[in-house]
């Protein structure tokens, strides 16, 4: 098969894996509604689903971004130019994660993020949701929290007390993960140890209306605010104090073009999707100070029409319309 031709849709694992979400994550019944966790046998399916999507499945090598950022003539279909160039606090040396959107809807989402090495995505949350990650190749450190419940907090009560759930560096191939609203490491960052992709299942999705939206945090040793709580734990290593950011984390990401199978949607099912056309935007210029004038973190993706985005942190900017430049 040529690069970026895609297989036949029917055919494809990135199908196999539509069809079983969409049987799996039923739509809210309102914005607000919280979404309940799913069977355990139906995350096992999804997750043993999952563990079989190799990147070339995805349309990727496993050497696709390496330590260049992709794009130019590599040939994967990346922006050329990197993403929130010139914001604030991002380090103009650091290569771009890179994120490509593959398949969203009010129920669930499907997306890939390829990090260069050394690259970070900062310790978040995923309020009300669950989420399944593949590591498709490379090598990535995953540090996941879970809150304390009944919520304890710091004398100052500007941190809560979270118990640490996982502190590994995981390796391709291993088996899909899984978090939920309440267990399973739900606040996690990542630290590519080698530069690798990691296939996302989000259900549902972030979304400003429906309170979930993605909040970054601090964390600190649980000696830092534990005066007089030593006690209260069974293990003070095993827990730190994390305390949310206010002000805004920009991350150096960019989006780039999916060029695997195309999902075949179901009638008369509400989606999100990104043609591939619309991946191509006008005069740079323009196009990073309306995102600079959003003010959100994350990164906006680009909906269908009218030339509408949305960010895959759930911040603001939905259903804004984008400027013809």
Known sequence: MAWGAPARAQSSRVQAL???????????????????????????????????????????????????????????????????????????????????????????SIGIFCLPTSAVIPLHDHPGMTVLSKILYGSMHVKSYDWVEPTVLASNQQVRLAKLHADDVLTAPCPTTVLYPQSGGNLHSFTSVASCAVLDVLAPPYAEDAGRICTYFNDYPFSSFSSGRAKTVDSPDNYAWI??????????????????????????????????????????????????????????????????????????GTNTVLPML
Request: glycine content about 10%; aromatic content about 10%.
């Open 18 to 108: 539509y069809d079983l979400c969409r049987r799996t994550f039923p739509s809210p019944s309102s914005a607000a509604a919280p979404a309940a966790p799913p069977p355990a046998s139906a995350v096992r399916a999804i997750s043993s689903l999952m563990d079989t999507i190799s990147p070339a499945d995805l349309g990727l090598r496993d050497d696709s971004l390496g330590d260049g950022g992709g794009g130019g003539g590599g040939g994967h279909g990346f922006f050329d130019s990197t993403f929130v160039k010139g914001a604030a606090r991002a380090a103009r040396w650091a290569q771009p994660i890179t994120y490509l959107h593959v398949y969203e809807c009010d129920a669930f």
């Open 243 to 316: 305390e949310a950011i206010n002000s805004p984390v920009y991350i150096n990401m960019r989006p780039g073009m999916y060029t695997g199978p195309t999902v075949q949607v179901s009638p008369n099912f509400n989606l999100l999707y990104i043609p591939p056309s619309a991946l191509v935007v006008a005069k740079e210029d323009a196009w990073m100070q309306f995102l600079m004038r959003l003010r959100f973190p994350g990164l906006p993706i680009i909906t269908d029409g009218p030339r509408s985005i949305k960010c895959v942190s759930g911040q603001r």
